[in-house]
């Protein structure tokens, strides 16, 4: 490709949205058209895989209406990164691919399950008692208060925890590397690796910002919800029927820190905004690492894959791609 600007496939006079999320040993990307993974494998080399793939809230219309948009596409987020996970194990480690198919999904299917377990028993559970255990269990406003607060803290705790751990900091690498190539794309850089290690590797749009909207949302949201039942309905028996109730709005807590995280992304260069941006940037301290220029190069193969026009899947070896006249990324001919 070509130095300086480009102005990348177009849609409606608009750059297409792209995002991602880190792996082992390497980065999935995912533009409005395909999902694609890119991983270093042990021998040195680059693997891509890339597949279409067009999201339900695109599909549907009532998907794609606000908030619903973001639980839904929370959940494809859920779905499309446990799968690029898998991969990226297999393709890092060799003793991955000599388990059998079975094995893994059986091992990926206890590891989420036990992830949601912990989720709600450490972020909601914990919290919950905590709060109950105080003077203030009989107002929702300050039981909230105590329970968010205290949410926000073990989210830090445990976000510094894990990213002493050598593989997590490998990670959180290849999570700045991914950040910086979306920058490139974003200031129509040529996806050279230069134009992407100048960039940030704190973007207003991170998954670890949305986390903290949304524990923030949870704690507003939730104590205005429990003010009303307790009006209308009267007092929570106990701390887990509190819990079973609040469950089911947790899809929708989501969409809304969504919607919430687009509207600060598109104001983040703003002086008024910066209170709503900043706290993510500064989380995104530690769930980010300044990345070397291999794992940035990885980034920039799984960001070309996913912008590019094929319309089929692809697995194998990093392709190269060239800008075509009509500013598409295509295979660079053999």
């Not at 709005?249 to 709503?276: D, F, T």
């Amino acid at each position: 490709m070509s130095s300086g600007k480009q102005n990348g496939a177009t849609c409606n006079g608009k750059r297409p949205m792209v995002g991602g999320q880190a792996v082992i040993e390497g980065v999935m990307m995912r533009s409005p058209w395909r999902v694609a993974v890119a991983v270093r494998n042990p021998e040195g080399e680059i693997i891509t895989r890339g597949a279409p793939f067009i999201s339900l809230t695109k599909r549907n219309k009532i998907f794609g209406l606000p908030v619903i948009r973001g639980a839904v596409g929370l959940f494809e987020a859920l779905r499309i990164g446990m799968d690029a996970l898998k991969w990226s194990a297999e393709i890092a480690d060799d003793s991955e691919k000599k388990r059998s198919k079975a094995s893994q999904m059986f091992e990926m299917v206890i590891t989420f399950a036990l992830s949601i377990v912990l989720g709600i028993g450490l972020f909601m559970l914990v919290p919950y008692a905590a709060a109950e255990a105080t003077p203030v269990e009989s107002n929702p406003f300050l039981f909230h208060a105590v329970a968010g607060s205290l949410r926000i803290v073990l989210l830090l705790l445990y976000m510094y925890g894990i990213s002493l751990l050598p593989d997590i900091k490998r990670v959180f690498q290849y999570h700045g590397a991914e950040h910086k190539s979306i920058f490139a794309w974003e200031k129509l850089l040529a996806l050279e690796t230069a134009n992407a290690c100048a960039q940030s590797r704190f973007h207003p749009r991170c998954g670890t910002s949305f986390l903290l909207l949304a524990a923030v949302l949870t704690m507003i949201g939730f104590a205005l919800f429990d003010a009303a039942w307790i009006y209308y309905v009267g007092d929570f028996s106990n701390i887990f029927t509190r819990l079973l109730i609040h469950l089911p709005a947790i899809p929708l807590v989501a969409g809304l820190a969504y919607e919430v995280l687009r509207l600060v992304e598109k104001h983040s260069e703003e002086k008024l905004w910066q209170p709503l941006v900043k706290p993510g940037f500064w989380l995104q301290g530690i769930t980010t690492r300044e990345p070397d220029e291999t794992q940035v190069e990885v980034a920039l193969h799984s960001l070309k894959e996913a912008l590019s026009q094929e319309e089929e899947a692809y697995e194998g070896p990093a392709r190269a791609y060239v800008e075509t006249p009509d500013d598409q990324l295509v295979v660079q001919p053999a």
